[in-house]
């Protein structure tokens, strides 16, 4: 399968990014990893006139330390991601998480600002950056704005993100100290998440002192179950099994051929708890 | 057309292509690597898997002008002067193979995983070959292979040459 043709940029710089998109116009396709977008191209579902390759822009990659949070570049790739020491010391959900996204070598392509902007509500990494409460920098031809996470994703594939804009930054507080989970439930290996938990807790005397708990493909975006979070607060291992069920409470999971409404809804307490039972470890 | 120059297997090719060719094309077609294969052709089966600045990646699911400037491995540069690299020989000696299909992409992932990880568990083999499939062997002794070349060499990088 080959993609109909398209003409190519690659530019080194945001500002030449940002230009190239204003300069192609509505046919304009942004590209990352690519991981999403050429098997989309491939099978025609997509054939914009003009590709923006942001692979070369090397100042969108990386992971920073921000003082108060880790300020993660758009275009750095999962493998990345989940080798880094400081994801792995100040927010190791978004590990926990990533290193479940398909396969070795997706994860060496694929980038965390691609799968948001992507925000195919099966993908792994929406439930952990809502969760952590990070903020999003979207970049257009009128300056930066800052974007909540819980206000990021609007629907199935459908993002802050507008024409012409570029996600840029992920910006997560740092949650040191905080023990962290995330229970993917699929059929099959490298696969997309049938349910997803993402959970993190922060222990304090044996007792949960604070819960942050984000849902997987419970619904056409990624959410957070409130109701479980506030049920955790004090609650050691012999409450978790009251306080995680009612994890699908306000979620309306799909029905597909991996498991209907009901099944999503069932697994989802079930994850809940031995994702927060896991995380306290 | 655009213009792109890639190293594969140590050597530097310059070409024209269309920003819309695939790597692996590009590899089979202009380059002559027909020993990288493609598979599934929708980036689930591995079969195509060469590394990319040391990485694997699948390459039916990268664009040629992405390697721009990269160096390319296939399974055709992994032997030296007509030796197997341990990994090819391996999965000879363990009969990790039947119909042979998937084997370039299997031996270019499992090299890849002792780069980044040269004492796995077998779990762990199992876990960092699931972006690769076979239709013949059930796996069995394509883990057997990965664990005879992770148990025979020592020390760092053992999955590289
Ligand atoms: C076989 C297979 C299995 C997979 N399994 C999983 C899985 O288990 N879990 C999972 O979560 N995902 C899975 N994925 C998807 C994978 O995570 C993708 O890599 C990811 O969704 C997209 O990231 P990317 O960097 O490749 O983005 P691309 O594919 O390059 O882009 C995706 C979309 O986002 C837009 N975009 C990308 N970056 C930006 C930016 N910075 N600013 C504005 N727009 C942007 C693009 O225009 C495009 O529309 C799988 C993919 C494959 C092929
Ligand atoms: S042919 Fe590339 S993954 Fe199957
Ligand atoms: S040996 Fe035939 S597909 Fe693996």
């Not at chain 1, 398209?6 to 204003?22: G, H, I, N, R």
Request: contains cysteine.
């Amino acid at each position: 399968m080959i993609p109909a043709a398209f003409d190519y940029v690659a530019p080194t710089s945001l500002e030449d990014a940002l230009a190239a998109l204003a300069q192609a116009g509505d046919d304009a396709k942004v590209m990352a990893g690519g991981q999403s977008l050429l098997p989309i191209l491939r099978m025609r579902l997509g054939a914009p006139e003009t590709v923006v390759d942001l692979g070369r822009i090397e100042a969108l990659r990386g992971v920073r330390d921000g003082g108060d949070h880790l300020a993660i570049g758009a275009m750095t790739p999962y493998s990345d991601v989940v080798a880094d020491p400081l994801v792995a010391e100040h927010a190791g959900l978004l590990a926990r998480a990533v290193e479940t996204v398909a396969d070795p070598q997706i994860r060496h392509r694929g980038t965390i600002g691609g799968a948001l902007v992507h925000a195919d509500p099966a993908g792994d990494v929406g439930a952990p950056v809502l969760a952590l409460d990070a903020t999003l920098v979207v970049v257009g031809p009128g300056g930066e704005r800052t974007v909540p996470a819980a206000e990021f994703f609007r629907n199935l594939f459908e993002t802050a993100v507008g024409d012409g804009e570029l996600l840029t930054e992920i910006r997560v507080p740092k949650h040191t100290g905080w023990g962290s989970a995330y229970e993917k439930f699929v059929r099959v290996s490298h696969q997309w998440s049938i349910v997803g938990v993402a959970a993190a807790v922060r222990v304090d005397g044996g007792s949960i002192a604070e819960a942050k708990v984000g849902l997987t493909n419970m619904g056409s975006t990624p959410m957070r179950a409130t109701a479980v979070e506030q049920a955790l607060v004090g609650k050691d291992d012999s409450g978790l099994a009251d306080a995680c069920a009612a994890a699908a409470e306000g979620t309306s999971p799909p029905s597909d051929l991996n498991g209907d409404a009901d099944y999503r809804r069932h697994l989802a307490t079930v994850l809940t708890r031995r994702a927060v039972r896991s995380a306290m470890q | 057309m655009t213009r792109i120059t890639v190293s594969v297997d140590g050597v530097p090719y310059t070409d024209e292509v269309e920003p819309r060719t695939l790597l692996v094309h590009y590899l089979r077609e202009v380059v002559g690597k027909v020993g990288t294969v493609v598979g599934c052709d929708t980036s689930n089966c591995g079969a195509c898997t060469v590394h990319l600045d040391g990485r694997s990646v699948k390459s039916c699911n990268v664009l040629a002008v992405q390697a721009d400037g990269h160096e390319v491995t296939t399974i055709e540069g992994l032997a030296v002067d007509g030796e197997l690299h341990p990994m090819q020989a391996a999965f000879h000696e363990n009969h990790a193979l039947q119909c042979g299909y998937c084997t370039p992409g299997m031996i270019m992932q499992a090299v890849d995983l002792l780069t980044e990880n040269p004492h796995p568990t077998e779990d762990e083999i199992r876990q960092g070959m699931e972006g690769n499939l076979c239709r013949c062997t059930g796996y069995h002794n394509i883990v057997k292979a990965v664990a005879a070349v992770a148990g025979s060499t020592s020390g760092e990088g053992s999955g590289a040459r």
